[in-house]
């Protein structure tokens, strides 16, 4: 099991600029994946981006592509999501995970086997 911690929500204007952090630990070897999903309120938990941790390619939701940004520090096992030109759609509770498996699909929710707690980012118009 890997412990997942996230920082870096809050409030913001719409045009704005957040920076989340997701620092790992605990079972870090092997990582294969690691992702940011979002839950509005009475909505679905939607997958936002994701990035293997191998070789740093990023996988994005069409609704955030060109305007966030997924990352990794490897030595740190901190995973980044850049959100630039924040929509109010874009308020939701965002949370970090992480899976092990090489086969789980980038999008889907079951795939991830950890999660952290979530942190809010809250987009005023």
């Known amino acids: 099991q890997v412990q997942l911690v996230e920082s870096g929500g809050g409030l913001v204007q719409a045009g704005g600029s957040l920076r989340l952090s997701c620092a790992a630990s605990?079972?870090?070897?092997?990582?294969?994946?690691m992702g940011w999903f979002r839950q509005a309120p009475g909505k679905e938990r939607d997958f936002v981006a994701a990035v293997t941790w191998s070789s740093g390619r990023g996988y994005y939701a069409d609704s955030v592509e060109g305007r966030f940004t997924i990352s990794r520090d490897n030595a740190k096992n901190t995973v980044f999501l850049q959100m630039n030109s924040l929509e109010p759609e874009d308020t939701a509770v965002y949370y970090c995970?992480?899976?092990?498996?090489?086969?789980?699909?980038?999008?889907?929710?079951?795939?991830?086997?950890?999660w952290g707690q979530g942190t809010q980012v809250t987009v005023s118009s």
């Open positions: 995970a992480a899976t092990h498996s090489p086969y789980s699909v980038y999008a889907r929710a079951v795939g991830y086997d950890s």
């Open positions: 605990g079972r870090t070897s092997n990582l294969y994946r």
